[in-house]
Every structure is written in C-alpha cells, then in structure tokens.
C-alpha cells in the first residue's frame, strides 16, 4: 500500500471507530452499568477499549460488529477494574454476573438497550439538579468534561469533580437502574427532559433575550431527545420538546446577518430557515397532540409553531401566541415564561397591557434576568417613557453575554 | 464571598478609552456598571491607566530595579478590578462573562482571601 492509501485508510478507521463510540456509548456505558451501578467504572473500561479499538483495528481491520468488540473489550477491562477497586468478596456476586453474561454474549451479539433507565439515574432525585445534565452529556453521549464545563460556565476541574461526585453518589447512594413505576412515571419524566432541555439552551427568540446556558450543546440536546423518543415512542412531551428544540435549531442560519448582528426571530428572513427541520418540528407536535394530553413543552412548540407559520401568511398571529403563554404561565409559571407572555402582549394588547404584565413580576426576582430587561426596555420606549426606557436599556445591556445582543441593544437604546 | 474581577484588555481596548460619549464599549461598560449596582453585588472597583503609564520597582541584591510600564509583556494588560460580593464562584463566572471585557479580552475571577487579610491585618 502506498503511504497515501495507507493514511485514508487509517483515517477512514478512526472515523469509523468515533462514529461507533458515538453511536454505542451510551447503551455501552448503560449496560455495563446497569448491574453494578459503578457509571464511572463502566465509563473507564470503555474507554480502554476504545483505545484498544484505535490500536488494533487500523491493523486488523474494523470488526463485523463493532458494538460487540467494544463491549467484549470493555467487559474485560470492567472486571479488572471492578477487581482492583472493591473487596473482593463484595464483589463476587457482580463478577459472577459478568462471567455468567460473557458466555452469553459470545453466543448472541444482542444485548439489552438500558439507557433509559441510564437518563432515568441522570435525572434521579437524589442527585443535584444541576448534575442532571452534565451526567447525561457525559455517560449517555460520551462529552468530556471540559466541554460540558464550557457550556455551562464552569471551570472543567470543578466539573469533573462534581461529576466524579454525582456518580459515587449514584454507586452508593442505592440509586436503582430502573424505569419508574408509573404512580411516579411523570414527575420523573419531566425531570429528564427537564434535563435535556437545558443542554439546549433557549431563549434567544424572545426580544434579544438571551438565556446563554448550554447553547453550545443544541445538537447534544437534540440527540438525547431522540435516544429518549426511541425509548419512550408514545410520550407526548417528549415529542413536544422534540418539536421545540427542532423549531430553533430551524432557525439557527436566520439568528445573525451575514455580518454578523443579532437579527431578533420577527425580523428574521424566513427563506434562511430549514424547511426539512421545520416540517419534522411540525410531525412532532401533531405527534404529540394526537396523544391528547397537553403539557408545557408541546405549548412551547406550538408557540414556535406560530412563529414559523409567518414563512407561509407572511404575518404573526400575536393573539394565538399569547393565549399559549396564558396556558404555559398555569403550568409552569417560570420567570421565562411571564416574560415571553409580556412581550406577546405587547404585539397582541399594546404596551400598556405588556407593562401591567411586567409590573406584576417581583423587582426581586429579576435584578439579574436579562429578558426581563430587555422585554421592559422595548415595552417602554413604546410608551415613549424615555428615562425609564434608557434604564431598563442599560439594564438589559448589563446582563448580556452575547456580543452581537449587546451590539443589537446598544443601537435600539439610542 | 468577594470576588475580584481582574480585566485584561488589548491595547484596542485601552485606546478605545478615548472615544466619545456613544463609543459603543463605553456604552456597555456603563450598562454592566449599572447591572452590577443594581443588582446589590457591587463593592468597589477601578479602572487602571493604560499599561505604559505603569513602573515597576524590584530589589534584587539590595540593588533597585526601576522597569518601564508593568512586569509582563503580553498582548492582555491589567485594565481594571471590580470587586463583587457574591454566593459562590458559579456566580462569579456568570457575571464575568457578562463582562465587556470578556469577548475581546479576558477576565480572571479570583476569590478574595479574608484569612490572609486577617492575618495581616491583624
């Protein structure tokens, strides 16, 4: 072989082997799991095949089944692991189980898709809320820390940290791999999605509010709520997420102008949007309301729904857009939500109304919330209240991150 | 807790100082100025001259070393402090991001040390 096909045909195996990590770790790291409840253990034995997998497979070629090398590989390092680390009379019983399992396996390539209850550990009550995610990003999709710790604005050492943490608590703490009983199926449920969505990351459509957490993680987010949909096909709020999350990301190419400034979503050139995106959105949230129970992440959806529809009417029907909010503010009276519903009053009732809404809302709980600000700012200058505008301005101002919101911003202040 | 923000700014950013009244960065540091008071964290804080107006003194050998402008020669200089009393340094790194310095330079977020200022200070 030439040095040239030899590098192709070396990068091709590598590419090979990342789409397989990609697509197998997280059933990998579930399944390893599932019995011992040591994520962390199963995390490490996989990657040592994996590393395994990059030494071996460019010389002897990718393997008829690559999930099942992988876990064979993987399966062999765990139980070193497991040995090194436990007593080993506590861990005879798992040892057992694993050696019992790998006879099986050599038998039959199948083995059972666990992450559900994998997402299901992630989002477990017992662990920090704010873990959920991480966890998630890291054992179902295979994130490293360091990029799960840039999304969410945290030094990757802490990260790692709290993410060694979560996972002894989830070896220790008596955390069951296991899909919950359906008295308490729902509350658990949201709290997965929950999850999911704020890898996502939303907010940016409302008034140049931006909610800057984990807007690095979209397509992160996006193949968890497929994983969980693959898993869970007839839950109508995941297909409602599904839908939201789909409904921006359709949007992602309109957000900015070719140089570069913040283009706020009613200004936004529908032609730029993904059709494809928006019709699947679309599937989804019939989807979900086919199934006839209505929940916030389908209201979110079906308020981005009518923003996309502006691409065919050409208008955007405020009125319908406000009586979502009105339903989502009974759900799930967040502070995002009381602030989109202001701003929709605004378009539907005029600014007079959209200030009484805004008003209603706790000084308290906002000195920190830019889409308040924002949303405030906007309302006011209507009003022509310019002092009370130039300080709900500088306010919103304050409190971006986003360099081209801020850009955007500063000019509407004046 | 306090934190302090140390930014560091490009030589752009030191010379954008002399804009005028509607110099967009400006703009954004009165705006995140605001935010800051407002929002009840705010505790002190300085803009610094530019870095060449700086000196540095080291004695070395009982010998005085006077040095042009300040210690280390990198592209980002110290620009300012700003001092914030907040709950914990997720906190922190949110209002940092915030910060206008942060997309065009860099801001180091540094836990204050009350100890040692107690120890010193007596």
Redesign the interface.
Known sequence: MSGNAQENSERSTHRTIERVARESYGRLVAYLSSHTRDVGSAEDALSNALVAALETWPQNGVPQNPQAWLLTAARHSFIDLVRHQQVAEASEPTLALLREESKEMTLSLEFPDERLKLLFVCAHPAIDPAMHTPLMLQTVLGLDAARIAHAFLISPATMGQRLVRAKTKIRDGGIQFEIPQERELPQRLDAVLEAIYAAFGIGWDDMAGVDQRGRDLAEEAIWLVRVLLELMPKEAEAHGLLALMLHCEARRAARRSPDGRYVPLSEQDCQKWSRPLLEEAERHLGEASSRGRMGRFQLEAAIQSVHAERARSGKIHWNAVMMFYEQLIRISPTLGTRTGYAAAVAEAKGAEAALAALDSIAPDDVSAYQPYWAVRAHVLQQLRKTPEALDAFDRAIGLTEDPAVRQFLLQRRG | MQFALLIFESSEAFAARSGDEKD?YL??W???????V???IYVGGNPLQPPETGTTVRLRDGKRRVQDGPFADTKEQLGGFTILELPS??AA??WA??C?A???GAVEVRPVSPEYRRRVTG
């Open positions: 967009p703009g954004a009165r705006a995140y100025y605001k935010a800051l407002e929002a009840n340094l997720d790194l949110e991001a915030r206008p942060a997309a065009i």
